[in-house]
């Protein structure tokens, strides 16, 4: 019944235990003596392809563990609608402590499943993983999402957090308006704050990488006033510091987002320039975060401010932690697959770079 194993992403102040099926089912997880069910206003979802339950960080963090409970659907009628007995899958859990934490980052992967996790296992163990967009080239179905969870699947099991990003890929193909479905957000939202032991992430979402207007878009994208709304949660966020990137115990602030926003691109990827500019100077005057993690360019790279990559005023270090070699079998059969772990100790951010053939390709401090 179950597609993959649960991914438990970490949203807001809670987590977003999700699972991905591959019949009809009905779903809840038991969280000690509580159960968080996937219902919509009282009736439990049972035509949907990947499960929801929403559980507060506390709780699961008390327990270290979870049980996800499931009955198969026989035949769901007005009255007497026929189901399967419960079947239970128990997981452990494992929150995120504040002693030299580890993460690995993968952006992307545009379909690959293989070769980020090789990269990634590479680094070694980790207490939380980050998914930073375009794991799908495109979404023609909810299954195209599936991708998601098979890199989560193994590189977590359903035992650590998730920690996730919508990528411009993302955006694309006739399923796309269902990834927010199929994906993490708080209140409907692509962009929100996070915080796993002593690290605070704002993650931002910038959409599409052209103007809305686009032939290639076709009149589908509205993202202009999407990225308005979130110049808006950026001064909301600074207004609630205090329970922010400001509250007791927070070390590192770290902003994920899949575009890097603050290097101008050559046209018809040179957009809102304004925009960005108040983002990064929002975030440099107030957040005053230590990395900026980045995917969308296909270049390992690590930028230091007022390098030839900040044009509109980095507010830190900024990073790109991925590099996939996206392959056309007409002219190679060779893939590959570059990524990013962190290691966050006392007053710095260790960025290590590996690849999916066992290499280490190099480590940078961030203080």
């Known amino acids: 019944m179950l597609k993959t194993k649960p991914a438990v992403f970490a949203a807001g102040n809670n987590y977003h235990i999700m699972v991905p099926v591959n019949v009809p089912t009905l779903m809840w997880v038991k969280v000690g003596n509580k159960c968080y069910y996937d219902a919509s206003n009282g009736i439990m979802r049972s035509e949907v392809k990947v499960h929801t339950m929403i559980v507060p960080m506390e709780d699961l963090d008390k327990e270290k563990k979870y049980t996800i409970c499931v009955r198969k659907i026989i035949e769901r009628k007005p009255y007497f609608t026929e189901v399967e007995d419960v079947v239970e899958y128990p997981f452990d859990f494992k929150p995120v402590s504040s002693n030299n934490v580890r993460a690995y980052h993968i952006a992307d992967a545009h379909t690959m499943v293989e070769f980020p996790v090789r990269a990634a296992n590479t680094y070694g163990d980790i207490d939380f993983l980050i998914l930073n967009g375009d794991l799908p080239s495109y979404i023609t ?77 076709g009149h589908t994208v509205c993202c202009h006033d999407f990225r308005l709304a979130q110049t808006e949660f950026i001064k909301d966020v600074i207004k609630n510091a205090e329970n922010e990137y400001d509250a007791e115990g927070v070390e590192h602030r770290m902003v994920i987002v899949h575009n890097p926003f603050t290097c101008k691109l050559e046209s018809p ?49 900024m990073v790109v932690g991925s590099e996939p070699e996206i392959y056309d079998p007409k002219v190679s059969d060779k893939k590959s697959f570059k990524g990013a772990g962190l290691c966050f100790k006392e007053g710095e951010i260790e960025v290590t770079f590996t690849n999916c053939s066992g290499d280490v390709l190099g480590t940078h401090a961030i203080k």
Not at 154 to 172: A, E, Q, Y
Not at 277 to 303: F, I, M, Y
Request: glycine letters at 8%; proline letters at 4%.
């Open 269 to 317: 990827f040179d957009i809102e320039e304004d925009i960005y500019k108040e983002w990064a100077k929002l975030l440099r005057e107030n957040v005053k975060p230590r990395l900026l993690l980045c995917g969308h360019t296909h270049k390992l790279t690590v930028s230091e401010v007022g390098g030839e990559k900040d044009t509109y005023g980095q507010p830190c270090t």
């Open 141 to 217: 179905t909810e299954e195209d999402v599936f991708v998601v969870y098979e890199i989560a699947e193994k590189l977590t099991g359903g035992n650590i957090p998730i920690v996730f990003s919508r990528g411009n890929h993302d955006m694309r193909g006739v399923g796309a308006e269902l990834f927010a479905q199929c994906t993490p957000c708080v209140d409907g939202k692509s962009y929100y704050t996070v915080r796993l032991g002593n690290i605070w992430m704002l993650i931002l979402d910038c959409a599409e990488d052209k103007p809305d207007d686009h032939e290639a878009y």
